[in-house]
């Protein structure tokens, strides 16, 4: 028979007092996935007071990401400033009788209609065809990155890597007279006693350049002159292959530079404060009302 | 024996050179074209008979006329003119277009009685014609093709630009001997400061160090678009592309001081107004072509009421003037080619993409190139380019090193001078150009490495 409040006989369970068990509530405090924490759904707020002020602030997956919008902006910014016809414009040329079909005449052979069209099957192609200079620059990269080498060229050293959109002067690790960016010449050691503009004018004095005396003393230069390429080197350097059209784009600057200047959209003084709601610069309350009357973006929102 | 080419005239043996050379600049803005011949100019070709034509098919609404190449200085009103270039980013892309004007300009029968005397058969003339660096094979194919087979030129030599420039008279001031036509200086750091995009060309005996060239994106069709994006704040001149370069032309310079000048051009804001400093601060009257033929600057005037000007009142003559105000606008636009950053290009200004050019050489020829840099090419027009440039290397670069920057005197004209250089000499010019009876027997795989300097096959 049982004597206490349980009637049924149960092993003794005793409640140990933690923090969750004093004064329960109903309810817990359960851990869940966030959009704080849940990057790949998140994309960070647009709004800066928030993004300082959230907890931890935003992480570098959110920074990326807004970034990357700011980065599409510019770049369709900087294609339209490059653009080459101004708006999308349309001029026939051939299609007019007097001024071109006079060009006829003078070249010498075919008929009238044969000669605007191009005189071999090649030139008609060429003619006819719209390629722009974006479809010539891909169909190379491609190229290069199917064979591995440019167009008439002899084989290239390694196998065919990916054709990098990467600047010469950014990569890592290139064998070979690659660029470094450091923009000092940090390398040009102290012009010693002989004076500069002389020895400017005796470097490629003669054919059997009489630089083999200079060659040995590469390492302890302090007193000398950088050392020559022989002429087997500048030969070398003469015939190398020509770079592709982006590896020759000039690098971004060294990391060192100040960071890109702002001006006021409206007046194109120094910009100084920041529209919270479309991010555009501005110099002064004057250049801000103009910008809030008539160009800020979110006019309407 | 047979020869391949059927169409030219057979008083021509397959190797010899025609006696006329045609020195063809082909650029992005303007075509500079003129001719030379080694047999009977003793002294290289003056600069006089280079002929600068616009590279572009011009579309007048006005007119509803449409000007090809050399017509457009024929027009009378160059507002709302709709331009279409054939060369994109320095490269012949467009070959219809360029057909066009070429024809216009050299072959056709009123490029002969034109004034300018450019007429000539294209199969008794050599040609020169220069390109951009970097190219793409298959642009470098399209031209080599275009010139032999459609256009029938006896002989052709396709090269850089920047090549052309070691042939030149050298601009630099100690140079106390003068080198005989033909022969290339020795080293050389081209400048060419184009249309397009800036390139920096490093040149040995007139030869490219292929590994060293870089290219800044940003020419005058950046500046002259952005220009316009700036004048639009207040004007819309989004399609007066003429209008824009010509202002660009005439009041924009490169600042020594940006930050000063910058303070200059201020209005003030709300409670500290100032005085726009009216020393770089402009008023410019646009043309209208009906009355005012071409635009024109003055001071600024702060009093004036723009709206009666523009209504002709209170103006002279009573015409109708229609005035832009140009502060800042005047420096901020060159500065762009030193600092790119300003509009979000993620490249370095020029000082540091000439830098980079140089680091990219083997150590014991920097300074020589850093000693021979000249600047080429439209753009450098713009005063106060070379004392910036010069100025930026100078504190870029170690306190010993030497550097003598100088600016051709006819930068736009030199890459056409250098080459009328090279043509006069015969023995150089036999060297390098390629006949269309090797073309025929040797393809054109051979050609391009032949162009590219790789003397053996």
Request: proline share 7%; aromatic share 6%; with cysteine.
């Amino acid at each position: 028979m049982a004597t206490g409040p349980l009637r049924f006989r149960t092993p003794h369970i005793e409640e140990l007092p933690t923090a969750q068990s004093r004064q329960s509530a109903g309810f817990a405090w359960v851990a869940v996935s966030t959009a704080q924490d849940d990057p790949a759904k998140n994309w960070g707020t647009t709004n800066r007071k928030r993004a300082r002020a959230s907890l931890g602030g935003q992480t570098e997956q959110q920074k990326e990401a807004l970034s990357a919008r700011a980065q599409r902006e510019t770049e369709r910014r900087i294609k339209e400033l490059n653009n080459d016809n101004s708006r999308d414009v349309v001029i026939e040329v051939a299609k007019k009788p007097g001024q071109s079909a006079g060009g006829g005449g003078g070249g010498g052979g075919g008929g009238g209609g044969a000669f605007k069209a191009g005189k071999t099957a090649g030139t008609k192609k060429i003619l006819a065809s719209g390629k722009t200079f974006a479809h010539f620059l891909d169909d190379e990269e491609a190229e290069i990155a199917r064979t591995g080498r440019r167009e008439g060229e002899v084989e290239a050293p390694g196998a065919a890597q990916r054709a990098s959109k990467t600047p010469l002067a950014r990569r890592k690790a290139r064998e070979g007279s690659s660029a470094s960016d450091s923009p000092a010449p940090s390398a040009v050691v102290a012009m010693g006693p002989p004076p500069v503009p002389r020895a400017a004018s005796t470097y490629f004095a003669a054919e059997p350049m009489p630089v083999d005396d200079l060659d040995d003393d590469e390492e302890d230069s302090e007193d000398q002159l950088p050392c020559l390429p022989t002429s087997a080197e500048m030969e070398a350097l003469l015939n190398a292959p020509p770079l592709t059209y982006n590896q020759a784009r000039a690098a971004p600057p060294p990391a060192s530079m100040p960071p890109p200047r702002r001006f006021c959209e409206t007046c194109g003084y120094w910009g100084r404060a920041r529209c919270m709601k479309c991010g555009a610069m501005t110099c002064s309350v004057v250049c801000k009302d103009e910008h809030d009357q008539s160009k800020c973006l979110k006019m309407y929102a | 024996m047979a020869r391949q080419k059927s169409l030219t005239t057979p008083t021509l043996s397959p190797n010899d050179l025609a006696p006329r050379t045609l020195i063809l600049d082909n650029g992005a803005h303007t075509l500079k074209a003129g001719f030379s011949s080694p047999l009977t100019d003793p002294a290289p070709a003056t600069p006089s008979a280079c002929h600068i034509i616009p590279n572009c098919i011009a579309r007048s609404t006005r007119d509803r006329r449409t000007y090809i190449g050399p017509e457009l200085t024929t027009c009378a009103d160059y507002g709302d003119l709709a331009y279409r270039r054939p060369v994109e980013k320095g490269y012949i892309v467009n070959w219809e277009g360029e057909k066009a004007i070429w024809e216009r300009s050299f072959f056709s029968k009123d490029a002969h009685i034109d004034g300018a005397g450019l007429g000539c058969d294209p199969a008794e003339t050599n040609l020169i014609l220069t390109e951009a660096p970097n190219a793409p094979a298959s642009l470098q194919r399209n031209a080599d093709e275009m010139v032999f087979e459609e256009f029938g030129f006896g002989a052709y030599y396709r090269t850089l630009g920047s090549s052309l420039n070691a042939y030149a008279p050298s601009p630099f001031p100690s140079t106390t001997t003068t080198v005989p036509a033909g022969v290339p200086l020795e080293c050389l750091l081209v400048i060419d400061a184009g249309y397009s995009h800036t390139t920096i060309t490093p040149l040995h005996h007139g030869r490219p160090l292929q590994t060293a060239i870089r290219r800044l994106e940003i020419g005058g069709k950046t500046l002259t678009n952005r220009l316009k994006e700036l004048i639009s704040r207040t004007f819309d001149v989004h399609r007066e592309d003429h209008i824009v370069e010509e202002i660009k032309e005439d009041v924009c310079y490169v600042s020594r001081t940006f930050p000063q000048d910058l303070e200059k051009t201020w209005k003030g804001g709300r409670y500290d107004g100032r005085e726009l400093d009216t020393g770089v601060v402009v008023d410019y009257v646009l043309p209208d072509y009906e009355h005012i033929k071409r635009g024109f600057y003055r001071p600024h005037d702060a009093h004036v009421n723009l709206r009666n000007r523009a209504l002709g009142i209170g103006t002279e003559t009573g015409r109708r003037e229609h005035v832009v105000t140009l502060g800042n606008e005047r420096f901020t636009v060159p500065e762009l080619v030193f600092t790119p950053s300003d509009i979000g290009m993620q490249q370095a200004g020029l000082c540091h993409t000439v830098l980079q050019s140089v680091n990219a050489l083997p150590e014991g020829l920097r300074q020589a190139y850093l000693a021979n840099i000249l600047v080429v090419g439209g753009t450098s027009l713009l005063p106060g380019f070379v004392e910036r440039l010069e100025a930026e290397l100078r504190s870029a670069v170690d306190e010993d090193t030497v550097i003598r920057v100088a600016r051709a005197e006819d930068p736009v004209g030199n890459v056409w001078s250098g080459g009328a250089r090279l043509a006069a000499d015969e023995a150089a010019v036999r060297g390098v150009m390629v006949t269309r009876q090797e073309w025929a027997e040797n393809g054109e795989g051979w050609v391009r490495r032949r162009f590219a300097g790789k003397k053996g096959r």
